[in-house]
């Protein structure tokens, strides 16, 4: 097991986000968490990545238990990449360098090797070009595959996945979409919380809906959005149909 | 790409010369007003009942050939002093925000201590600053205290680098949080991150008030006058008192404007770059 969750709660002031949740990932094993707006899906990926505490339980990443107060979270991070819904590139920094920053200061790699490794990628999600492009001259489409191929340059063990498509116009989702399944498909292990009940169906072999701060459902695709047996989760599948986003 | 190609249409061509057209008149419009103005000014100014005076008293060109040379020399220690105390004013000022921002109880004191002095000498009046330390750490008797010019200059820069350091903080704060989230989830470290991404981030966004308090300091290196150095401005007052005649506040002043312009000119640009990069990343 890659990652898991156990009895993990997060609060904010009065609010409980996260009750008692549990979810475990396999490696090369790709989870869709689903649910309401507000569910809780970003803080749980957040939780994960340790950019916030928790306030009872504990996640283990390959075993190693990350929310001991003596781990080094700086350590933890480095072994997986996160990715948000607002693509969140550096500003002030090329293309390219957004990608470099990482391996070459955390992880001290050789410069030319990562400048290949990165210009490789980036001809492989086809954005070759605009290596020397800052941020704000490319489409949001475009800014989030370099997201993607930031995380990605780190070789992290699990990749978080934030609503990578919820910024994006509909022409633009595919070729993301088209990145991700082939992340899957090379055994990238991910956790991604998402809106698009189509893309879960593709790419994830679990779907996980959160309800009320915890796990109300979680199974195989089809049997999670195709017959699911709670009726909350019939409930948010029926307002999603309805909005036209199955 | 086809640029080049395009030839405007009969109406893109109308609208061309009506602007055009518009252009002239408004350059005109505004020439026009400006000789108005500047007459009516002129007039009011030379047929005031003291004009005769006040001109020979202030606009003295003989006292003003006498005492240039004195003055300018006098300028090029406020330049120098300028350059000096610019440089380390942003140092300290980037350094005390930096600080600030440290979490942790370690960093309890320092934090403290930062806050303090931001607060402190963002409320002592310059004048003051300048005479506790050139009149003040001499009387102390200390080995090696360092002449009054030195001590002046310090009081210049622990002055601005305490307005400076809230100007950098306000720019480390306009970073938005979600920048931090997306370094520290790569595996940059808290110090990595202020200085790969925020720091560089802000420096660029508050460059412009940063440069708007590099040119009041300029005007403010002046009063280490107070503390003996002949300046600019002691050259002058020296003049004034020996001829009894203010000509050489004049001459001084405007040297002090000249040698403001490049540095106005430089925050102009600087602000407006800054407002169309902001506007084209929107
Ligand atoms: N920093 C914070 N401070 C206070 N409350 C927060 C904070 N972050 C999240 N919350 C609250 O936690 C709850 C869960 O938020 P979260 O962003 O995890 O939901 P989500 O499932 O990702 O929703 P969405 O689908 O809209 O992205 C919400 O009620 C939100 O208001
Ligand atoms: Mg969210």
């Known amino acids: 097991m890659l990652l898991s969750c156990e009895n993990v709660r997060k609060t904010f002031g009065a609010t409980v986000v996260l009750d008692d949740l549990s979810l475990a990932v396999d490696e090369h094993q790709v989870v869709a968490l689903i649910g309401a707006s507000g569910s809780g899906k970003s803080t749980l990926l957040r939780c994960v990545n340790l950019l916030t505490g928790i306030d009872d339980g504990t996640i283990r990443l390959d075993g190693e238990d990350i929310t001991d107060p003596r781990v080094d979270p700086d350590r933890v991070r480095q072994r997986i990449g996160m990715v948000f819904q607002s693509y969140n590139l550096f500003p002030h920094m090329t293309v390219l360098r957004n990608i470099t920053l990482a391996p070459e200061r955390v992880h001290k790699r050789a410069a030319a090797e990562i400048r290949a490794q990165a210009l490789e990628w980036l001809g492989r999600v086809g954005l070759a070009d605009k290596a020397d492009s800052y941020p704000d001259r490319l489409s949001g489409g475009q800014q989030q595959r370099v997201a993607i191929v930031r995380a990605l340059v780190n070789s992290p063990r699990l990749l978080l996945l934030d609503e990578v498509t919820s910024a994006l116009d509909p022409e633009l989702v595919g070729e993301v979409l088209t990145m991700i399944r082939g992340l899957k498909d090379e055994g990238m292990t991910m956790v991604l919380a998402t809106h698009e009940m189509g893309f879960a169906r593709q790419v994830a072999d679990r779907v996980v809906f959160l309800d009320g701060g915890r796990v109300l459902e979680e199974g195989p695709p089809e049997q999670v959005l195709g017959d699911p047996t709670q009726a909350r989760t019939r409930q948010f599948l029926a307002r999603i149909i309805e909005a036209g986003r199955l | ?282």
Not at chain 2, 212 to 238: C, E, F, H, M, Y
């Open chain 2, 1 to 282: 790409m086809s640029d080049q190609l395009h030839r405007p249409s009969e109406i893109q061509r109308g609208r061309i010369a009506y602007r055009r057209r518009q252009t002239i008149r408004s350059v005109l419009l505004a020439a026009l007003s400006t000789a108005v103005v500047g007459v009516l000014l002129a007039v009011a100014v030379t047929g005031a009942p003291g004009w005769d005076r006040v001109r020979q008293s202030f606009f003295s060109p003989e006292v003003a050939r006498r005492y240039l040379p004195d003055i300018l020399e006098g300028l090029w220690l406020n330049v120098r002093l300028l350059v000096v105390c610019a440089v380390l004013a942003l140092a300290l000022g980037l350094l005390i925000a930096t600080l600030r921002t440290l979490r942790g109880p370690v960093f309890f004191p320092v934090r403290a201590m930062a806050t303090g002095y931001t607060y402190t000498f963002r409320g002592l009046p310059l004048i003051i600053v300048i005479y506790l330390m050139a009149f003040g750490i001499p009387g102390l008797r200390l080995q090696g205290t360092p002449g009054v010019l030195v001590l002046g200059g310090a009081a210049l820069v622990v002055t601005y680098g305490a307005y400076l350091a809230e100007v950098f903080r306000a720019g480390i704060e306009s970073v938005h949080p979600s920048q931090l989230a997306a370094a520290r989830s790569l595996g940059l470290t808290y110090r990595q991150t202020m200085r790969h991404v925020v720091l560089p981030q802000a420096i660029r966004r508050v460059a412009p008030p940063l440069l708007n308090d590099t040119v009041a300091l300029q005007k403010d290196v002046g009063l280490v006058s107070l503390a003996g150095p002949i300046d600019a401005v002691r050259a002058a007052q020296i003049g004034v008192a020996q001829d009894a005649n203010y000509t050489p506040y004049i001459v001084a002043g405007v040297l002090f404007v000249l040698l403001a312009l490049p540095l106005i000119g430089v925050t102009d640009w600087v602000t407006l770059r800054a407002a169309r990069r902001q506007s084209a990343g929107a």
